[in-house]
């Protein structure tokens, strides 16, 4: 399946920390890992740093797939408000995700600073702007519910949000302990540090799901893998039968624009909306800006570079009636697949058919920072410790 089609922004950032060889022979190790994107890297760096031998094998090359497309605004709040969730799986477990995600943000800090400035990791704080007066009642009630829970959260009222940050909205939550990241970059130096701890590379090597059976799983070009557990890592590329009448493949489009001088607004501040979908956008390093939005339910990719274009244009034209200062024009724009559930919570943790079969996919737009909680979950499940956060996001719920 293909993920993404245009041109892609992070990919031209960094070049590969290393080329893997294709797995010719039949192998063994502890913990099959197969995606080597951002799931595929957290997880094989968790695992690694407890003593386990990891593999992990790409069918395409490491990071290139749906994170090459990722935007790398990593945030604590889900697409799901906290008090949706409270409705949809009640208080208790919706302040307990929320509680996993604001760990794992804190996490993934802590591993950055580990890792060389090059990975374009930078806390930041983000506004999430009711796009309406009636959203405007929707963001006091999330504004409730996160203080009543000591989350990091601060309420705009429009006075303050305009004079702050110049953005002439109803109204606005501002969170912090989020950051924004080169998703290429990212993959690149942690794939660095794995190597390190001893991790095996298998790229252009795809397995053959059908073959999977208790201790192994067979390459499409007829290589015997035996493990004791593995994890599919897999993002967008396929909705497994588990998942069948949980989640759905959308697409969404991205752009990268030229570079300015000076200061694009307050703080470079991460910037999205309650409006669904809804319009997101940051900074980059050298006055660039990512933003994305318009998403379609559809998996059906546009090949044709002029929809492309034409669409990241409205996703700049909107940016540009917020801040009509900004002259910028787009420098790449790419259309990518990416995949929702129906209860807005991502699939992490042991599969309800097979018990050393583990799925790691980030499903919503907080993908990063699922990954980073859903390889903490596994991580746990394989060592036998308990977790108070595996029970909300088990693929069998």
């Given at each position: 399946?293909?993920?993404t089609?245009?041109?892609?922004?992070?990919?031209?950032?960094?070049?590969?920390?290393?080329s893997?060889?294709?797995?010719?022979?039949?192998?063994?190790?502890?913990?099959?890992?197969?995606?080597?994107?951002m799931?595929?890297?957290?997880?094989?760096?968790?695992?690694?740093?407890?003593?386990?031998?990891?593999?992990?094998?790409d069918?395409?090359?490491?990071?290139?797939?749906?994170?090459s497309a990722?935007?790398?605004?990593?945030?604590?709040?889900?697409?799901?408000?906290?008090?949706e969730f409270?409705?949809?799986?009640?208080?208790?477990?919706?302040?307990?995700?929320?509680?996993?995600?604001?760990?794992?943000?804190?996490?993934?800090t802590?591993?950055?600073?580990?890792?060389?400035?090059?990975?374009?990791y930078?806390?930041?704080?983000?506004i999430?702007?009711?796009?309406?007066?009636?959203?405007?009642?929707?963001?006091?009630?999330?504004?409730?519910y996160?203080?009543?829970?000591d989350?990091?959260?601060?309420?705009?009222?429009?006075?303050?949000?305009?004079?702050?940050?110049?953005?002439d909205?109803?109204a606005?939550?501002?969170?912090?302990?989020?950051?924004?990241?080169n998703?290429?970059?990212?993959?690149?130096?942690l794939?660095a540090?794995?190597?390190?701890?001893?991790?095996?590379?298998f790229?252009?090597?795809?397995?053959?799901?059908?073959?999977?059976?208790?201790?192994?799983?067979?390459?499409e070009?007829?290589?015997?893998?035996?493990?004791?557990s593995?994890?599919?890592?897999?993002?967008?590329?396929?909705?497994?039968?588990?998942?069948?009448?949980?989640?759905?493949?959308?697409?969404?489009?991205?752009?990268?624009?030229?570079?300015?001088?000076?200061?694009?607004?307050?703080?470079?501040?991460?910037?999205?909306?309650?409006?669904?979908?809804?319009?997101?956008?940051?900074?980059a390093?050298g006055?660039?800006?990512?933003?994305?939005?318009?998403?379609e339910?559809?998996?059906?990719?546009y090949?044709?570079?002029?929809v492309i274009?034409r669409?990241?244009q409205?996703i700049?034209d909107?940016?540009?009636?917020?801040?009509?200062?900004?002259?910028?024009?787009i420098?790449?724009?790419?259309?990518?697949?990416?995949?929702?559930s129906?209860?807005?919570?991502?699939?992490?943790?042991?599969?309800p058919?097979?018990?050393?079969?583990?799925?790691?996919?980030?499903?919503?737009?907080?993908?990063?920072?699922?990954?980073?909680?859903?390889?903490?979950?596994?991580?746990?499940?394989?060592?036998?410790?308990?977790?108070?956060?595996?029970?909300i996001v088990?693929?069998?719920?």
């Open positions: 399946m293909k993920l089609t245009g041109q892609t922004y992070w990919d031209k950032t960094a070049k590969p920390t290393s893997f060889p294709s797995l010719e022979k039949n192998t063994s190790t502890d913990i099959l890992i197969v995606g080597g994107g799931s595929g890297t957290l997880a094989a760096f968790k695992l690694a740093s407890a003593g386990k031998k990891v593999t992990v094998i069918r395409a090359e490491v990071g290139k797939g749906s994170s990722n935007t790398g605004l990593l945030q604590y709040a889900s697409d799901t408000m906290l008090s409270v409705d949809k799986i009640g208080e208790d477990d919706a302040v307990l995700f929320y509680r996993m995600c604001l760990e794992s943000m804190d996490e993934l802590k591993i950055a600073s580990t890792l060389p400035e090059t990975t374009g930078r806390l930041r704080d983000s999430f702007y009711a796009s309406t007066p009636n959203d405007g009642d929707k963001l006091k009630r999330e504004y409730s996160l203080k009543k829970h989350f990091p959260v601060e309420y705009l009222d429009h006075q303050k949000l305009v004079e702050e940050y110049g953005i909205k109803p606005a939550l501002r969170t912090w302990h989020d950051a924004e990241v998703p290429y970059q990212f993959i690149q130096a794939t540090e794995n190597l390190k701890m001893g991790v095996t590379y790229e252009h090597t795809a397995v053959d799901m059908d073959s999977l059976t208790e201790n192994a799983i067979m390459s070009s007829g290589a015997h893998i035996s493990f004791d593995i994890i599919i890592a897999t993002g967008y590329s396929k909705l497994y039968s588990e998942l069948n009448g949980k989640a759905q493949m959308n697409q969404t489009f991205a752009i990268a624009t030229t570079p300015i001088d000076g200061e694009l607004w307050k703080d470079q501040v991460m910037v999205w909306e309650t409006k669904k979908p809804y319009l997101y956008f940051r900074t390093p006055g660039r800006m990512i933003a994305g939005g318009l998403d339910e559809s998996s059906d990719l090949d044709d570079p002029s274009q669409k990241g409205e700049l909107e940016i540009k009636e917020m801040f009509p200062h900004i002259d910028v024009e420098e790449d724009a790419w259309n990518s697949l990416f995949g929702i129906k209860d807005g919570l991502p699939f992490m943790g042991r599969s058919h097979q018990d050393n079969v583990y799925y790691l996919l980030g499903f919503e737009g907080n993908g990063t920072c699922y990954s980073m909680a859903g390889a903490t979950i596994i991580q746990d499940l394989l060592e036998g410790t308990p977790n108070p956060y595996a029970h088990r693929p069998s719920r």
